[in-house]
């Protein structure tokens, strides 16, 4: 399935980088920042949040004379394998970019896209950026995981699962559904407002199936002793069918696995590092 507006935003064509903006923010001394979007941040007053893999941060930067936002950066810097991927695949940058305008066109909050750039420099391209706006009053759900308690807490879970289902009836498949890709505030009416980020792992699919959708959602860390009652909001069903347990409770041991001997695995390779 394809994306409705494949080709939204203006064509960006700056001295060291190419991509697309939003006509919004289409404002000069805005495409006068990005034209060194490789430095923003390293400059002073950036904040970063991550900086593994891919790095991420915050800067703020100017609309107008009097007019300036914060934008969040996120540079993915990709190693190995993956830069071969960039002669053949799109950029994570531009995945993005399409991710986040998907979302858009299906009614399902996302940070507003504002560009994605890649270099001109280098091929396969090294390093590209996507940029959006920053929201502010959001935190990761993880957070309401360990915070709330009883009632409270179910009814934030009864909420999870139904946007969650609303993700997947239009076809939203996150290809990494975890804690921290998804945000959480609550609005003036007491409401929970959930919105998805990392839309580079966005994937749109025409089927879904119980199975599989069952399975996109064991990378959450609901509280074991809320994890029946978590499927049972999300089936919409009394009683929860054995068989759909099961698969659940199958594919959260084997990822659990995983991630515990990934751990490990990148522990010992620090390790190693550090003693050379």
Not at 26 to 36: D, T
Not at 121 to 134: A, C, I
Not at 178 to 203: A, C, H, P, Q
Not at 208 to 216: A, E, T, V
């Amino acid at each position: 399935m394809k994306f409705q507006n494949k080709d939204f935003g203006d064509p960006l064509d700056l001295p060291l980088f190419k991509g697309r903006i939003n006509p919004d923010f289409k404002q000069p001394l805005l495409l006068e920042k990005l034209e060194a979007c490789d430095r923003l941040l390293q400059e002073m007053g950036s904040h970063i949040f991550t900086n593994h893999r891919n790095r991420v941060g915050l800067v703020q930067l100017p609309l107008s004379e009097k007019k300036s936002l914060e934008f969040v950066i996120k540079e993915f810097r990709p190693r190995g394998l993956n830069k071969l991927k960039n002669i053949f695949f799109k950029s994570r940058a531009q995945k993005a970019w399409r991710g986040g305008i998907l979302l858009m066109e299906k009614g399902i909050s996302t940070p507003i896209p504002v560009a994605y750039l890649e270099s001109k420099k280098s091929f396969p391209t090294k390093h590209s950026y996507y940029l959006t706006v920053m929201e502010r009053g959001g935190e990761e759900i993880r957070q309401l995981f360990r915070k709330l308690q009883g009632g409270e807490l179910e009814w934030f879970l009864r909420d999870l699962a139904r946007h969650i289902y609303f993700y997947h009836e239009r076809g939203i498949l996150h290809r990494d559904l975890s804690d921290g890709n998804i945000l959480v505030k609550k609005s003036d009416e007491g409401e929970y407002v959930f919105s998805l980020i990392d839309t580079n792992r966005i994937k749109i699919t025409k089927r879904m199936g119980i199975y599989r959708r069952i399975k996109n959602i064991i990378r959450l860390g609901i509280p074991p002793l809320h994890q029946s009652f978590f499927l049972k909001q999300y089936t919409e069903k009394e009683r929860l069918k054995k068989n759909i347990w099961y698969w659940y409770w199958i594919n959260k041991k084997r990822y659990t696995h995983y991630t515990h001997l990934k751990r490990k695995f990148l522990a010992i390779r620090k390790k190693l590092i550090w003693d050379e």
